[in-house]
């Protein structure tokens, strides 16, 4: 993908394991030495305002793809003192409930006239900029077990500043970057438009099984009103019954702290991660989902067999008229239409039981039922497969990128006669 490059003539121990050796003529330094590390800004509800009467507070969801983005903007109304982001700081991460989510960094261009949150940290370097910007990430993913850790997600001025980094000279630095700024840009465009086929992808599933699971697999099928907006039209010959109707609904007995990596049953919580118990409460078919956070009517699984679940997921169960695994297909892709009016707004969303239980299903005939589940378990498998198979690929490109990046700040190549492609 890049031009293979040679290697420095001569290179020194650094004296850092991570950094190995260097080029004979780079120093090296800690952070704190080449730049300076701040905290960002605290503020409170009633900080927050519209953009004409406040100032923009970066916050991590502003970082996606190494880049600064401006969704999901907050102003506040505050006194920033000297938090105003210049154009070359490099914006950080610093605090985050998700570990994988700390260090994650982008640079400030030109223009821009903004703070950042507590949950972040301004670095001010000394050194090229863009240089730095690679220098920092390669660094921040070296040192990632100072931060990131089971009891602590979190990157201090202290532990960032103390961080011990390779030092070429200028010229290196802006040749280094440069060759860099290439290369990411080619793999970018690599990763965009692999990502841009996952999306395309999970939008066919989506539409797939939606159209599947409302109208079934005969196209010439005749129609009727449903006398639901979002609905639409169903074959005519199709039942169209409240959820409560069909099944059972209730919740689990059991919390998350009671996970065991190593128990016998499946442990069904909030996410779409399912952890292991050495307990099961039901033994079955269900269609099983998250009652209330982040995944409240959105995780959803199909279960059979024997398995224990927490006391905020739903349970639906002894379900009569339809398939089980069709019910989930069904209500996997058709609760974003109405989820919204379904959410108890608290400090997390909920599902509200007397919506699930008024939820309109739609019943195909028996006969139908299963070549319906056995059409889009064909269907979804296959769409997986190369959804599966393009997470791969963007895992490797990302590698790769990382890679080049890790070569390149730490001397392992010499870019000193790079030229860059015309």
């Known amino acids: 993908m890049t031009t293979k490059l040679k290697t420095y003539p001569h290179y020194k121990s650094s004296g850092i394991d991570w950094l190995g050796e260097l080029p004979s003529h780079w120093d090296s330094s800690k952070l704190k030495f080449v730049g300076d590390a701040r905290n960002g800004l ?59 989510l700390i260090g994650k960094c982008a640079i400030i261009p030109k223009g821009v006239n903004a703070t950042f949150g507590a949950f972040m940290m301004r670095y001010r370097s000394k050194l090229n900029t863009r240089f730095t910007l690679y220098l920092i990430r ?18 201090t001025n202290a532990t960032l500043g103390n961080m011990q980094v390779p030092l070429p000279p200028k010229e290196e630095q802006e040749a280094i970057a440069g060759y860099l700024d290439e290369v990411s ?55 169209l019954i409240r959820l409560k109707y069909l099944c059972d609904i209730k919740t689990g007995d059991k919390d998350t702290i009671m996970r065991n990596p190593e128990g016998q049953y499946p442990f069904y919580v909030r996410s779409p991660k399912v952890e292991r118990i050495n307990t ?32 905020r997921v739903y349970n639906i169960h002894n379900i009569s008229s339809i398939l089980p695994k069709l019910l989930y297909y069904y209500l996997k892709e058709t609760f974003k239409y109405k989820i919204e009016e379904g959410l108890a707004k608290s400090t997390v969303d909920s599902v509200r039981l007397p919506w699930l239980k008024d939820f309109p299903i739609v019943i195909p005939t028996d006969s139908e039922q299963q070549q319906i589940v056995d059409y889009l378990d064909e269907k979804t498998a296959k769409i997986d497969a190369l959804i599966e198979e393009l997470e791969a690929q963007l895992s490797d490109l990302a590698t790769y990128k990382q890679a080049v990046i890790t070569e390149a700040v730490t001397g392992k190549v010499d870019v000193r006669d790079w030229t860059p492609k015309s």
């Open 42 to 100: 605290t503020y409170a509800p009633d900080d927050i305002c519209d953009e004409d009467n406040g100032i923009l507070v970066l916050r991590s969801s502003n970082i996606q793809n190494d880049a600064l983005i401006f969704k999901d903007n907050i102003y506040v109304n505050k006194d920033i003192n000297d938090l105003l982001m210049n154009e070359g700081d490099i914006l950080i991460c610093s605090r985050n409930g998700s570990a994988s």
């Open 138 to 155: 390669t660094t921040l993913n070296n040192y990632k077990h100072l931060y990131s850790t089971s009891t602590i997600n979190q990157l």
């Open 185 to 239: 840009a080619k793999v970018g465009s690599l990763i965009a438009e692999k990502q841009a086929q996952v999306e395309d992808l999970r939008k066919y599933r989506t539409s797939l099984i939606t159209e599947t699971v409302t109208r079934g697999l005969n196209p010439n099928v005749t129609l009727r009103p449903s006398g639901i907006d979002w609905l639409g039209n169903i074959p005519d010959h199709y039942q």
């Open 280 to 311: 099961y409460s039901y033994d079955g078919e269900a269609v099983l989902m998250a009652g209330d956070g982040v995944g409240a009517g959105k995780v959803l699984h199909y279960v059979n067999g024997k398995f224990d679940y927490h006391q």
